[in-house]
């Protein structure tokens, strides 16, 4: 019965907040009557119900129609093709001389020549599309700015240009807005188990392929960052916010700067001066309305791609906010209920914190990053490492993708005036680059490219390292004397392909190229049979040897069900598509190694994939395969959740993909797997989907075993979540030797390949010497923190096991190799298995008396 009451109390009190607008605006306010606001607008009180994407948009074009303080931008576009909109606030004097204010406040970064021109900066909100208030705040901020007529706003709008995004993933939020105001009740239901507050799977946090979008400002894997980077670099702001929720029972966040782990090569002054003296403002608004918050824990700044921490990397100042989520419109916590009003007020007062912040420290803002770049030129100098030379060879694909994603950055890239070797590695001329190091954006450069970064915590929110050109798996080498830069980069690249000359014998395509399973499977929709040579060998190309590895694409002119002009068109048509050059031969006769007709030329089978996805999958990994399958491949994956798998006709399959997960399949299923398996289906399976596997006896691979220590130090109960998380592997990068030979390693050139770890499933290396695909080194740590009680489990263990029972195969990963989207370097690992799989058989072995 009390629980009863205090509830039905705070509905009474939350009605009551919802009608007046003092909850939200400061006493003795003027506002415009002739801006809406966002409850005339929308018809219900803020608080009251969650607001759609499409009515958010509306609400600012309404702003914009209205007030010569406001201009919208569309920006882009979403997967789901939502609108992706950003709101340019201030005065309309400034509005008439934007673009000069632009480029002057652009060039203030190095010069103190224009100290007067308003200073720039962003709100940013909902990135996670289930943790919503921020959104309802930015209507309420940009009402603020657009209607208050107190001579603080104006001053405000006189001196700066404020950007405000107010969605950052619009789909997820959407997503969870539909979830959350279906379910919703009336009265309202607080309890925690009611089905408004427990999305089901994947919920709304993510995109529409299921990722995390707050890592995605350092990757630019999807069309969000994308879009949003792009405005970045046009404005360049000072002061960048990033607002979020988390834990129900939870309080509010901000971010004190130097009590917090910072990315130590971003020069210090800006965590020590600046976010201290924010962290003074933040803490007197949020006193004012008498809500508690907490600092200096959980949270990091140390990777560059949360929305809260880019901008640390150009000089500014990125601040996050996290509140207590009411996950609805109102939850019971371990103390009083929470409301979603209240989860918004917290946000707008930030909100307006922050302006106040930034128009209060504006001198030390526009010295600090004065400073930044001028600390950063100067450590550019005293750094050995004049630049960096990269690029591939063998695959341009990859190289020119790795290209742009700097640009992406802007960090200036160069041609190679020349051939060059360096480090005993040779890099050519129109398929190599040069970055160099003294360039204006020296930390980013740092950031792609250095594997090494002194820490001072073992406790990591995320990633401990992000080296880019390893994620490409991008052969590189640093350059200790003078550089000679060729012309600079412009514009995104894009591959040339040479046309295709027809032949009335077959046709070669080299796996080294990214494109190369995208190929394949184009060809297949267009009915040509493809073969992949499990041999390499040497043919003549217009009368000149070239050598082809294990991998080689062979598609015959005869034993199709083309005719030899049609299957030319369809070549050629899947070339100028996929980018891949096309090599003519009118023999089978080779030089070296097989013949094109030889039993190592193996017909390659349509895949017909299916995933297992819902309660209990990790949906980050689900979508990572869904992304890269739909995005880069064009090919499709049947995504089908686990709670209809009795239902599943495993004759339309041929290859299975478990992504880590807990799985809880009951033992017929179990069994229907294993059968499938043993009649030719191929199961490919991450990290604790492998540990799965061997636990259900899918195969004979084993664990690494775990710790055996009985008695362990007694240490001081404050001290257990520190001991604890430091033995995880939040995420770290390593090195593999990898069979080159085995089809899951076609197209590879080199054994020593770089692979991201951020689990503990460790595999033993298999008892058939065949069929360790990639073994970790002895001392396979490349880069990132690795607790010395995990160092020998990784050592020697097994990256990639392929494993036959019957006439299928599993083939398992202690790792994702499709990591957050960005891992280039890694996929071909996973898409070999995808698209050789069904063909493989693997060998049999005579075990040693």
């Not at 207590?324 to 009003?341: C, L, N, W, Y």
């Not at 690494?704 to 009985?710: A, G, I, L």
Request: charged letters at 20%; hydrophobic letters at 35%; aromatic letters at 12%.
């Amino acid at each position: 019965m009390k629980r009863f009451l205090l509830l039905l109390s705070f509905i009474v009190a939350l009605a009551g907040a919802l009608a007046q607008p003092s909850y939200f605006y400061p006493q003795g306010q003027r506002f415009n009557s002739q801006i809406p606001t966002p409850e005339q607008f929308l018809g219900y009180p803020i608080g009251s119900h969650h607001t759609r994407h499409d009515k958010v948009v509306e609400y600012f074009k309404t702003l914009d129609a209205l007030s010569n303080r406001v201009s919208l931008l569309e920006i882009g576009k979403t997967h789901e093709h939502r609108q992706q909109i950003t709101a340019i606030i201030t005065s309309p004097e400034n509005h008439a001389n934007l673009e000069d204010i632009r480029q002057k406040h652009l060039q203030r970064n190095t010069s103190s020549q224009f100290n007067t021109v308003p200073l720039v900066i962003l709100l940013g909100y909902n990135v996670h599309g289930n943790e919503p208030s921020s959104t309802e705040a930015a209507m309420l901020t940009a009402y603020y700015l657009t209607a208050n007529e107190d001579e603080e706003t104006g001053n405000w709008l006189k001196n700066m240009v404020i950007l405000l995004d107010p969605v950052y993933n619009p789909d997820g939020r959407d997503r969870h807005s539909h979830w959350a105001n279906m379910h919703k009740a009336s009265p309202p239901v607080a309890d925690p188990l009611d089905r408004e507050h427990n999305e089901i799977w994947p919920g709304g946090r993510t995109n529409h392929y299921w990722f995390d979008l707050n890592r995605d400002w350092f990757l630019g894997v999807h069309p969000e960052s994308r879009n949003r980077l792009k405005l970045f670099h046009q404005w360049r702001p000072y002061v960048m916010t990033d607002h979020h929720e988390m834990g129900t029972n939870s309080t509010f966040y901000f971010d004190p700067g130097k009590y917090s782990s910072n990315n130590p090569i971003v020069p210090a002054q800006l965590y020590d001066v600046l976010y201290p003296k924010f962290g003074e403002y933040f803490a007197k608004a949020m006193d004012s309305i008498g809500s508690q918050y907490f600092t200096k824990e959980a949270f990091d700044k140390l990777y560059p791609g949360y929305g809260s921490s880019y901008v640390n990397f150009y000089g500014g100042a990125g601040f996050l906010f996290e509140q207590a989520s009411s996950r609805g419109h109102v939850q019971e916590t371990s103390t009083v209920p929470i409301t979603f009003a209240f989860t918004i007020r917290n946000q707008f007062t930030a909100s307006l914190a922050t302006i106040r912040a930034s128009m209060a420290e504006r001198e030390t803002l526009i010295n600090l990053r004065l400073n930044f770049f001028r600390t950063a030129a100067s450590q550019a100098k005293a750094n050995p490492v004049k630049g960096y030379v990269f690029g591939d060879a063998s695959d341009q694909s990859r190289t020119f993708a790795f290209v742009n994603l700097l640009r992406m950055h802007d960090i200036e890239v160069y041609d190679l005036p020349r051939d060059m070797a360096v480090a005993g590695r040779n890099y050519e001329k129109g398929k190599a680059f040069l970055v160099p190091t003294e360039q204006p954006n020296y930390i980013m450069v740092r950031s792609a490219f250095e594997k090494d970064i002194t820490y001072t915590d073992s406790i990591f929110y995320d990633a401990s390292t992000w080296s880019l050109v390893h994620a490409f798996n991008m052969p590189h080498g640093e350059i200790r004397g003078p550089v000679t830069r060729g012309e600079r980069i412009a514009k995104d690249l894009e591959k040339p392909v040479a046309p295709v000359t027809r032949s009335n014998y077959a046709y070669l395509i080299e796996q080294t190229d990214y494109q190369a399973h995208k190929t394949i499977y184009q060809l297949q929709q267009e009915n040509v049979i493809v073969k992949v040579a499990f041999r390499s060998f040497s043919a003549l190309i217009n009368g000149k040897e070239r050598n082809f590895r294990q991998g080689t694409l062979i598609i015959p002119v005869q034993q199709q069900t083309l005719d030899a002009e049609q299957l030319f068109d369809r070549i050629r048509k899947v070339s100028a598509a996929c980018a891949v050059d096309v090599y003519s031969v009118e023999t089978g006769y080779n030089v070296k190694g097989i013949d094109l007709g030889s039993g190592f030329a193996v017909p390659l089978k349509k895949v017909n994939a299916a995933m297992l996805v819902g309660n209990g999958v990790n949906g980050y990994e689900a979508g990572e395969v869904w992304h890269l399958l739909d995005q880069r491949i064009g090919m499709p994956i049947s995504k089908i959740d686990v709670s209809a798998i009795g239902r599943v006709n495993w004759n339309n399959y041929n290859v299975l993909v478990m992504v880590s997960g807990t799985y809880t399949l009951d033992k017929p299923a179990v069994d229907k797997i294993k059968s499938w398996i043993q009649n030719g289906g191929t199961l490919i399976t991450f990290k604790t989907a492998s540990e799965w596997a061997i636990k259900q006896g899918l195969t004979k691979e084993k664990l690494v075993p775990t710790d055996t220590v009985k008695n362990k130090p007694r240490v001081n109960f404050e001290h257990a979540a520190d001991t604890e998380g430091a033995r995880n592997i939040g995420g770290s990068i390593f090195q593999v030797d990898l069979d080159l030979t085995n089809p899951i390693g076609f197209g590879f050139t080199e054994r020593n390949v770089s692979i991201y770890r951020n689990g503990l499933t460790f595999l033993q290396p298999s008892k058939n010497p065949y069929t360790t695909v990639a073994k970790y080194k002895a001392n396979p740590l490349v880069g990132g923190y690795l607790h010395k009680a995990s160092a020998p489990k990784v050592a020697n263990s097994a990256a990639v096991l392929l494993s036959g029972d019957g006439q299928g195969r599993v083939i398992m990963f202690s790792d994702n190799p499709n990591f957050r989207g960005i891992w280039y370097g890694t996929n071909k690992l996973f898409l070999n298995a995808l698209f050789f799989g069904p063909v493989i058989t693997v060998p049999n072995f005579s075990p040693s008396e």
